[in-house]
């Protein structure tokens, strides 16, 4: 590895290790902040007194809730006709909540709302371009409306910095003038139709008419998410509305800077810092967890609920159009579900053992149940919390070990909550999600070690969260204890706090073991260029195998990962962070889904991303569950040999073609792999100008490139006079003679007309007397894609091509021509991930089929260098 890619790989590594810190040092920080601020409360008196909340209140903060997410929709219905592609209210509706719901409350704001957007929006024909015109436009409009209200508010209504935070010289009345001059800035843009230019990208400022329409939105927005909290505080003669909207600014601000998920902690503490003077800490409380609670967690489990809906339409719609009518619906949203479930579990059971239990009722519980059991209840329930959280990543992902354990776990946590102070809420809920997943075992197919999992970012820090928050509340519950050491060891009904640090010593050590074997158990199948004995396993498959694909392994520049079993492989390449399998899986194995995850997870833990090229429809439903979007990028045409023949009106132009090339002295020859050697001088010198007539270079990956060591493995066919070779293509064959097809060829310049046409029908009726049943002919790109309305924007710049791109490439005369075979045509896709990960993806495709970033651009990438195209004949017939 070079010094600048060691370098690099450092950068990457201290920048995923900063992200991993940061959202959780900045939620630490603001909960020890906040315990200084509430801990002269108890906590059973913070519930009662939210207990006791006026329902008028919370019914207006609902109803104040539902009138900005109105308002924020209205964003989106603004940025489609910003972008001159207007679509319905309802649509813009859906992907407005769904994104926004979602993005206020685990954070990463503006890459998860992106990634929703781009979902959403791609489905409904807009291009990535307009996706990200409308994102910016939304961001823009948030940020349009707080500076124009915040500006106003810190200008003219400037409340003291230095009475809070005497340290900060900086008054709020500058920063409301720095305010309101963006805002200022923003509408001499638009009004002199400017565009903003940031590096090299370029923002397209909207029209005034739409700009004041962001301006009135938003500011309405902030003004009534502001407002939720100023009711269900108490009435405060001192305190006004301006006052909370101030507050709530600053406080909304540095929330969105922690870059913690919602701001959460970050946020109350704030707020509960600069509305101290004017209440009792458990007045600010208590409004503070209802805003949480309605505007951002019920409309999070509102907005993921409907993605997941959406998905499963989405899903649904796709597997119908290609006819996987076998494929359970509710496969789709099962383990997805669940995760989440067991997740809640887990937290449920954490925060249950953080909080105290009634000591006058546990007294009475001691009587039936001993007290060491309900000690050891305390301590287990804790550990099966922790569990469930991890054991949720593995539901999600379908692994089978995953779902066993967690039906174990959730049996044993429900039974420990009975133990330790009967709470059969809790007990009833756990048991709920047992008897529901119990008979979904089928939809767990993967045989998978839980320890090779690969837990995301988000993965980690929701539940180092969580882990932060147990301790916090426990701590904060028994506040009014006083430490020593004796009260590790004090057991008692009494002794509740002694039981919450022993449970969380054993969460910790468990969270402790779990990581540091992670770290030290690396993924089992490593990255490295196949040996002799891996290429000796691979041919072994490829001779059993029915279909030809496999032989591009012998090309020499893909990695291989074999199933456990050893019966199959996949293929792949890798290209930036895209890792990139070739084709479907080679071989039959019964763990053929599990290779495809342990693919996907190879890739995650390297922290790459994962993409299935020119795949077919067996694996499809594999693909969805990995969260993989599928695009359509032709059709592979096979001919079966065994109805193929010269006879009948349908084959004069083959015959001709036959008659036509053979008048002119030239003969069709198969010569095999010990022969070929000794050819390789003349075949080079066909290869070489074909190159030079091509002016290009070898593309690599998806096809195979002249090299000796890779043809010498296969036979040759040849079209060739007394005196030399005109036209060569190496021959694929499978096991049982299932199948033919050929993949390198080459013709010289002066080669006669028909040359190509006349060695496929001439290697398509030596096939047939071998006795091999079908040939394939390779794909035809771009064909059998749909033009309608609202089909997929790729669609419809994929038949606008085919149709009429005859001056980039005669694809349409490629599907023609092979139509002529009467072949059987079938589908082939690239499976990507989704978002704007996907154009990387694909760039990355097409540098490794290209061999690098000029080789898109040459002249020959015009037919071989784009990521669509595999086995295509040269030279069309004229």
Not at 674 to 681: I, K, R, S, W
Request: aromatic letters at 16%.
């Amino acid at each position: 590895m070079t010094d600048k890619g060691s370098m690099r790989e450092k950068t990457l590594k201290i920048e995923r290790l900063v992200s991993y810190l940061l959202p959780v040092t900045i939620f630490s920080l603001a909960l020890w902040t906040l315990d200084r601020q509430i801990h002269h409360l108890h906590s059973m008196y913070i519930i009662k007194n939210i207990s006791n909340t006026p329902l008028s209140h919370i019914e207006l903060a609902f109803f104040l809730t539902f009138l900005s997410y109105f308002a924020l929709t209205g964003y989106d219905y603004l940025a489609v006709r910003h972008i001159n592609h207007p679509l319905p209210y309802k649509q813009t509706a859906k992907a407005s909540f769904i994104s926004t719901s979602i993005s206020y409350s685990i954070g990463f704001n503006i890459l998860t709302g992106s990634s929703l957007r781009y979902r959403l929006y791609s489905q409904c024909g807009l291009e990535l371009r307009q996706i990200w015109e409308i994102v910016v436009f939304c961001i823009s409009t948030f940020w349009i409306g707080f500076c124009f209200v915040g500006g106003l508010l810190f200008t003219f209504y400037p409340v003291k910095l230095s009475d809070y935070a005497p340290e900060i010289p900086v008054q709020l009345n500058v920063i409301g003038i720095l305010l309101l001059l963006f805002v200022i800035v923003y509408f001499v843009f638009s009004f002199r139709k400017r565009n903003l230019k940031i590096k090299e990208y370029k923002i397209r400022i909207p029209e005034p008419k739409i700009a004041f329409l962001q301006l009135a939105l938003s500011s309405i927005d902030y003004l009534l998410s502001g407002s939720i909290i100023y009711f269900l505080l108490p009435s405060n003669p001192h305190l006004t509305l301006l006052h909370v909207l101030v507050f709530f600014a600053l406080a909304q601000i540095i929330g969105l800077i922690s870059t913690v998920p919602g701001g959460l902690g970050v946020f109350e503490t704030l707020m509960l810092f600069m509305l101290e003077p004017y209440f009792g800490v458990v007045d600010i409380v208590r409004p503070l967890l209802l805003f949480r609670a309605i505007y951002y967690f019920i409309p999070f489990l509102i907005g993921f609920l409907a993605l997941i809906f959406y998905e499963y339409e989405e899903r649904a719609e796709a597997l119908k159009r290609i006819g996987k009518v076998t494929y359970s619906n509710l496969s789709e949203l099962a383990p997805q579900i669940f995760s989440v479930l067991t997740f809640l579990g887990g937290v449920s059971l954490l925060f249950s053992g953080a909080l105290p239990s009634n000591p006058k009722y546990l007294h009475d519980f001691a009587y039936i149940v001993p007290l060491p059991l309900i000690e050891v209840s305390r301590f287990f329930g804790s550990i099966m919390g922790v569990l469930l959280l991890l054991l949720s990543n593995g539901l999600w992902k379908r692994i089978d070990g995953a779902y066993i354990l967690s039906l174990a776990v959730l049996l044993m946590g429900g039974g420990f909550a009975l133990l330790k102070d009967f709470d059969y809420h809790e007990a009833l809920v756990l048991f709920i999600i047992f008897l529901f997943l119990l008979p979904c075992r089928k939809y767990f197919y993967r045989k998978s070690s839980l320890m090779h999992q690969s837990f995301s970012v988000k993965n980690i820090i929701a539940i180092t969260l969580v882990f932060v928050s147990f301790v916090w509340l426990g701590f904060f519950s028994y506040r009014n204890v006083e430490y020593s050491n004796e009260l590790w060891w004090q057991f008692g009904v009494n002794s509740q706090a002694s039981s919450f640090l022993r449970a969380t010593v054993g969460v910790f050590f468990l969270l402790l073991v779990f990581g540091t074997v992670k770290m030290l158990s690396p993924f089992s199948k490593d990255i490295h260029m196949p040996g002799k004995e891996e290429m000796e396993l691979a041919k072994t498959i490829i001779n059993q195998n029915q279909e030809t694909s496999g032989n591009l392994i012998f090309a020499g520049d893909k990695y291989l990962l074999f199933d456990d079993e050893k019966k199959a492989f996949l293929m792949y390449g890798i290209s930036g962070r895209t890792w990139v399998a070739m084709g479907d899986i080679v071989g039959t194995s019964t763990q053929a889904k599990e290779l495809i995850w342990d693919f996907f997870e190879m890739s995650k833990l390297h922290q790459g991303r994962a993409a299935f090229y020119e795949v077919s429809e067996k694996y499809i439903p594999v693909y969805l569950d990995l969260g993989l979007t599928l695009i359509k990028i032709g059709e592979e045409a096979k001919v079966s040999l065994e109805t193929f023949t010269l006879e009948g009106s349908a084959s004069k132009d083959f015959r001709y073609t036959i008659r036509n090339v053979e008048k002119k002295g030239y003969k069709f020859e198969v010569v095999y792999p010990e022969e070929v050697v000794g050819l390789m001088p003349e075949l080079k010198r066909i290869s070489d100008a074909w190159l030079e007539l091509k002016a290009g270079k070898e593309k690599r990956f998806s096809i195979g490139f002249f090299d000796e060591k890779y043809l010498s493995n296969f036979p040759v066919a040849l079209v060739r006079d007394e005196a030399e070779i005109v036209a060569f293509a190496n021959i694929w064959t499978a096991a049982e003679k299932e199948e033919l097809s050929v993949d390198l060829m080459r013709h010289s310049p002066d080669a006669p007309d028909r040359t190509m046409e006349y060695l496929f029908v001439k290697l398509m009726l030596w096939g047939k007397e071998q006795g091999y049943k079908r040939f394939s002919l390779g794909m035809a790109p771009l064909s059998g894609l749909e033009n309608r309305q609202f089909a997929p924007i790729w669609h419809k710049i994929g038949s606008l091509i085919f149709a009429h791109g005859e001056h980039f490439y005669n694809y349409k005369g490629l599907r023609d021509f092979k139509e002529k075979f009467n072949p059987d045509w079938s589908p082939r896709y690239i499976a990507l991930p989704k978002g704007f990960k996907q154009g990387i993806a694909l760039k990355d495709i097409a540098t490794l089929i290209s061999g690098g970033m000029k080789g898109i651009f040459s002249k020959e990438s015009k037919n071989t260098a784009i990521p669509i195209v595999h086995q295509v004949p040269e030279k069309l017939p004229e």
